[in-house]
C-alpha cells in the first residue's frame, strides 16, 4: 500500500502541522512525506531493523519498539494524530492497540486490508485464501495475523466505545465511499475516544 | 593541553593546573561546525582510532566506529578524544604531582563526576576554539557524558549519541562497582591509596576488580558460547576469544597449554588451580589490567558512575531533568545487555519524548551483553552512520 495516490489520501487525514505518532512506520515513508508536504513533527515506532535503519537514512526520528509491548513510552493525548497503517493486522493485541491509538492520539487513523473485498469474496467462494496485490502471502506464510473487514472495524470500534470521524475505503488510489466494504481493498477509518 | 585556571568541582573540592590529553582526527571547518567529542567510558583513553606510527596493536579503542570511511567519518568530521580527569592514561590523574602538596594525589586526587568531566571538555573546546559541538558521542560512562553535555550546555550541542547507557545506575550497578573497590581498597598493596610512596602497586584488587567487571560485560549465553564448562587444559593453545573486553583486544593465546591434558576432560582436582576455560580468561584479563590500569583511577571512575543521576536535582523526575536538554538525541541498546539494559535507554527515550525533543532509539539484538557496543554488528553501525549522514546533511543547509 506504498503507492503515491493512497499515501495522499491518508495523509490528506492529517491537519497540516500536526504532532504524529505513526505505529508500524515501515521504511519512514508517510512520516518523511508529512513533514516535508505537511509541515508535520513526530515519531515512527518499528520494530524491524532494516526499516528502522531505513527511516534513519531519511531523517525520521524512529523509536524501535515491539508494539504488542504496548504504548506505555507514550502520555495521552500527547500528539495529534497516531497513524496505524497497515498495522493492525499485524498486532496480536489489536483491540488493545486500537484503544491505544486514541488514547495517546487526539484522533487515531486507521488503515488496513479489507477482506471483503469483492475478489476476496470470489476467492472464498471457490474455496481457496485470496492471494491478491493487496493481500500477496499464502495463508501458510502471511504475516497478517488478523484478517477484519471494513464492516467489522465499525463493529470494534462501536464496542471499544470509539467514536468514528469518518471511514471509507481506497481502490487504486481512489477513495471510496459507495459500498466500500465490497468495492474497496483498503480500509480507512478515522477514530477518537 | 595544560590548564592554570581552577576548575571547581561539584564536590565544592577544585583543582589547578591540571592536563588534559586530547587527540583530534580530521580537519575543522572553516565555520567550526563539524566538531564531535567523543567520551570515553571506565578504561579507555583519548585514543578512540586509528593506531601509533610503528605500534602494533595500537589501534583506537573505538577504531571500529571512528575513521576515515568509518560509521564517524573523519574525512567528514573532526573528531575530538580526550582522557578525563582522574585517568590514567596522560590526562592528571592521582599518580600526578598535587600542587597544593607538592606530593603525588594518591586517594587525596578530589572525587570527579560526570558533570566535572563535561566542564573539563568544555574547557578544551574553548581553547580549541569550538564553540558548538556538531555531535558529543559516547557509550556506557561515555554516554552518560554525552547525556550531561546536553543538559549542562545544550546551546553548545546540536545532537547527542548516547549508546549503551543510562540515566543512572541501579542498586545491582553500584553493587558491582562497589565490590570491586573492596577489592582493590582491601589490597594490602593499596596503603590507603598511597601506594606510590610505597613502590608497589594493588594488583591483587585490580585483578580482582576488572574480573568482576568483565563477567558484568559479557551476556551468560556468549559465556557459555566461548567458553561453556570447557577445561583449560582440554582447549587448543590457539582458542581465540573474539568477544574480548572493552577495548577489544583478544584473550591470551600464549601460555594455555601450559600442562599437556592427560585425556579430553580429566579434571585436576584442585580448589585452587585454574580448572575451566572461564577462568584462565578472567584471570589473564585481570592481570592484563592490573600492568596498565591504576588503582585510585578506578575507584574515581566507578564513583563518577555511582553518582550520576541527572534527576536527582528534580524530585527524580527524569522528564524535568532533561527538559533542559535542546539537541537531538540517537540513542541505542543491546538486547543481552544487562548491565546498561535497554529499559534504561528506554526511561532516557521516554524523558525525551515527553519533552517532545528529537529523539531516535534502536534496540539492537546483539548477543554480546555490554561489550557489544565496541564491537561491530553491521545493524549498529549502519545506523550510526546514517544518523552522521543525517547531521552532515543538516550542516549544508
Redesign the interface.
Known amino acids: 500500500m506504498s503507492d503515491a495516490a493512497t499515501m495522499e489520501t491518508i495523509a490528506r487525514l492529517v491537519p497540516p502541522g500536526s504532532?504524529v505518532l505513526d505505529l508500524g512506520c515501515g521504511d519512514g515513508a508517510m512520516l518523511a512525506y508529512l513533514k516535508e508536504a505537511r509541515r508535520c513533527s513526530g515519531?515512527g515506532i518499528e520494530i524491524d531493523?532494516a526499516n528502522?535503519?531505513a527511516?534513519?537514512?531519511r531523517?525520521v526520528?524512529?523509536?524501535?519498539?515491539n508494539l504488542d509491548e504496548g504504548l506505555s513510552?507514550?502520555?495521552d493525548a500527547?500528539f495529534d494524530v497516531v497513524l496505524q497503517i497497515d498495522t493492525l493486522q499485524h498486532l496480536r493485541n489489536a483491540e488493545v492497540m486500537l484503544r491505544e491509538t486514541v488514547r495517546v492520539g487526539r484522533i487515531g487513523v486507521v488503515a488496513f486490508p479489507n477482506f471483503a473485498h469483492w475478489p476476496n469474496r470470489l476467492s472464498v467462494l471457490r474455496g481457496r485464501m485470496p492471494v491478491t496485490r493487496r493481500l500477496p502471502y499464502q495463508w501458510y506464510d502471511t504475516p497478517n495475523i488478523r484478517v477484519g473487514t471494513h464492516a467489522d472495524l465499525a463493529l470494534l470500534a462501536q464496542r471499544s466505545n470509539l467514536r468514528v470521524h469518518d471511514s471509507f475505503g481506497i481502490q487504486d488510489g481512489k477513495t471510496i465511499r459507495f459500498a466500500p466494504n465490497l468495492r474497496a481493498g483498503t480500509s480507512v477509518y478515522t477514530l477518537s475516544r | 593541553m595544560q590548564f592554570a585556571a581552577v576548575l571547581p568541582l561539584q564536590s565544592g573540592a577544585q583543582i589547578r593546573d591540571y592536563a588534559l590529553s586530547y587527540e583530534t582526527y580530521g580537519r575543522l571547518d572553516a565555520d567550526k561546525s563539524n566538531a564531535v567529542l567523543i567520551c570515553h567510558a571506565l578504561n579507555a583513553s583519548h585514543h578512540v582510532a586509528g593506531v601509533y606510527a610503528g605500534q602494533d596493536k595500537s589501534e583506537g579503542w573505538w577504531d571500529n566506529m571512528i575513521g576515515p570511511g568509518k560509521p564517524l567519518d573523519t574525512d567528514r568530521f573532526f573528531v575530538i578524544g580526550v582522557n578525563n580527569l582522574g585517568s590514567c592514561f596522560g590526562s592528571t590523574g592521582p599518580m600526578h604531582i598535587n600542587p597544593e602538596t607538592g606530593r603525588v594525589y594518591g586517594a587525596d586526587f578530589p572525587v570527579v563526576t560526570v558533570e566535572d568531566w563535561v566542564n573539563a571538555q568544555a574547557r578544551l573546546l574553548d581553547a580549541l576554539g569550538i564553540t558548538t559541538l556538531a555531535a558529543v558521542m559516547g557509550g556506557s560512562l561515555g554516554g552518560m557524558q554525552a547525556l550531561s553535555w546536553t543538559l549542562q550546555y545544550p546551546e553548545r550541542v546540536r545532537h547527542a549519541v548516547v549508546v549503551a547507557s543510562a540515566p543512572n545506575l541501579t542498586a545491582e550497578n553500584i553493587a558491582f562497582n562497589e565490590v570491586a573497590r573492596r577489592a582493590i581498597v582491601t589490597d594490602p598493596d593499596f596503603h590507603g591509596g598511597h601506594f606510590y610512596d610505597h613502590g608497589v602497586i594493588p594488583k591483587r584488587g585490580l585483578r580482582i576488580a576488572r574480573m568482576i567487571g568483565h563477567i558484568t560485560y559479557l551476556s551468560d549465553d556468549v559465556m557459555n558460547e566461548k567458553f561453556g564448562r570447557q577445561l583449560r587444559s582440554a582447549l587448543s593453545q590457539k582458542a581465540s576469544f573474539d568477544a574480548g573486553p572493552p577495548q577489544g583486544e583478544t584473550a591470551p593465546s600464549e601460555g594455555s597449554a601450559v600442562r599437556a591434558a592427560t585425556s579430553v576432560g580429566a579434571y585436576l582436582y584442585s580448589t585452587q588451580e585454574v580448572e575451566f576455560q572461564i577462568e584462565s580468561y578472567l584471570r589473564h584479563q585481570g592481570d592484563k589490567f592490573a600492568e596498565y590500569f591504576d588503582a585510585n583511577t578506578y575507584l574515581l571512575i566507578t564513583r563518577a558512575l555511582d553518582y550520576f543521576d541527572p534527576a536527582r536535582d528534580h524530585g527524580g523526575d527524569l522528564s524535568l531533568a532533561l527538559a533542559r536538554a535542546t539537541s537531538k538525541f540517537l540513542l541505542v541498546s543491546f538486547t543481552t545487555d544487562w548491565r546498561f539494559a535497554p529499559k534504561r535507554s528506554r526511561e532516557i527515550v521516554k524523558a525525551l519524548l515527553d519533552n517532545r525533543r528529537d529523539v531516535s532509539y534502536a534496540e539492537i539484538d546483539a548477543p554480546h551483553g555490554h561489550d557489544a557496543f565496541l564491537l561491530d554488528d553491521p545493524r549498529y553501525l549502519g545506523l550510526v552512520r546514517s544518523y552522521f549522514d543525517g547531521i552532515l546533511k543538516e550542516l549544508a543547509i
Open positions: 504532532r515519531y531493523d528502522v535503519l527511516c534513519a537514512q531523517g526520528n524512529v523509536i524501535q519498539l513510552l507514550f502520555d500527547t
